[in-house]
């Protein structure tokens, strides 16, 4: 019928559904963006420095901590595992020739300075440094080798980090109290 007024019919106000669980509608995305949305730079620019340079000494205090006491939580990458922790109390606890090289090196160049009216003499220190060098790095590859076969037999191949060996190579020619992370075994306390 035109023209004519129809009566109001009272309708029931539509409910809002919820999507699944969560008992609550999905958020736009345009309030996602603005509640992720942080400036680029800081407005306060010294109290962004502070706070950055407090998080990154709090870094690196723990870290210090765990190369002191072994924690693996805090170490770097490089000393993480249990592979590596195996590599390091197996060369900790092994008395190296290696360790003898660096203050052998540090005396002969001492000596060096002095023996120079002795030619002879600064041969035989040369050549004792350098036999001493041959020594030291047969002994950490026969050390290496033993590490890896022990390394395969209780990891097995896939848990071994890669340069494991040489991880251990380097650390053999450090001497017992330069090392990092600190020895956590006594000398002759091999791993099981």
């Known amino acids: 019928m035109i023209g004519r007024k129809s009566t109001p019919v009272d309708e029931p106000e539509p409910t809002v559904e919820t999507a699944g669980r969560k008992g609550r509608p999905t958020p736009k995305r345009r309030e996602q963006e603005a509640k992720n949305r942080r400036p ?43 592979a590596r922790r195996y590599a390091r109390d197996y060369v900790d606890a092994r008395w190296c020739i290696a360790e003898l090289f660096m203050p052998v090196a540090m005396l002969m160049i001492i000596a060096m300075l002095f023996v120079g009216l002795y030619p002879q003499m600064a041969n ?69």
């Open 40 to 82: 680029l730079v800081q407005d306060d620019r010294k109290e962004a420095k502070r706070i950055q340079r407090e998080r990154r000494n709090e870094a690196w205090q723990r870290q210090r901590r765990a190369m002191a006491t072994g924690e693996e939580r805090y170490l770097p990458v490089r000393d993480k595992g249990r």
């Open 124 to 192: 035989v220190i040369v050549f004792g440094t350098y036999a001493l060098l041959l020594v030291a790095i047969i002994d950490t590859l026969i050390l290496v080798t033993m590490l890896q076969r022990r390394l395969k037999k209780k990891f097995g191949e896939d848990e071994i980090p890669r340069f494991t060996g040489l991880y251990a190579f380097t650390r053999a020619f450090y001497l017992r109290r330069m090392r990092q992370p600190k020895p956590q075994v006594k000398r002759g306390q091999f791993p099981s």
